[in-house]
């Protein structure tokens, strides 16, 4: 059974920084790229970075600007968000995903796998 499990979150004020976690069991963590998304209420799923398996050319939603780091570690079968400057509008539900390509890396949430359940992020003004 694959598993992705998310933690992390948590409430912040504006400026702060959190560090979100994603561990995964189930299958071959080395082979996936990998991917966070975050939803806000009312709003559609959007695409926050991804990470290709060797952990190699990392990428960024537009509206990250230099202020959040996907980085993984393939022998703990974890992925991390790094968030700096975090302002109220980053407040969401960050969702780790998994695309079983290895040097795969799209923007559409559509092209994951499989999914965590997800963790709040809350900043505050």
């Known amino acids: 059974q694959v598993q992705l499990v998310e933690s992390g979150g948590g409430l912040v004020q504006a400026g702060g920084s959190l560090t979100l976690s994603c561990t995964v069991s189930?299958?071959?963590?080395?082979?996936?790229?990998m991917g966070w998304f975050r939803q806000a209420p009312g709003k559609g799923r959007e695409f926050v970075a991804h990470?290709?398996?060797?952990?190699?050319?990392?990428y960024y939603g537009d509206f990250v600007k230099g202020r959040f780091t996907i980085s993984r570690d393939n022998a703990k079968n974890t992925v991390y968000l790094q968030m700096n400057s975090l302002n109220p509008e980053d407040t969401a539900i960050y969702y780790c995903?998994?695309?079983?390509?290895?040097?795969?890396?799209?923007?559409?949430?559509?092209?994951?796998?499989?999914w965590g359940q997800g963790t709040q992020v809350t900043v505050s003004s």
């Open positions: 995903a998994a695309d079983n390509v290895p040097m795969g890396g799209s923007t559409y949430y559509t092209a994951y796998d499989y």
């Open positions: 189930g299958r071959t963590f080395a082979t996936d790229t």
């Open positions: 990470i290709t398996s060797s952990g190699a050319h990392p």
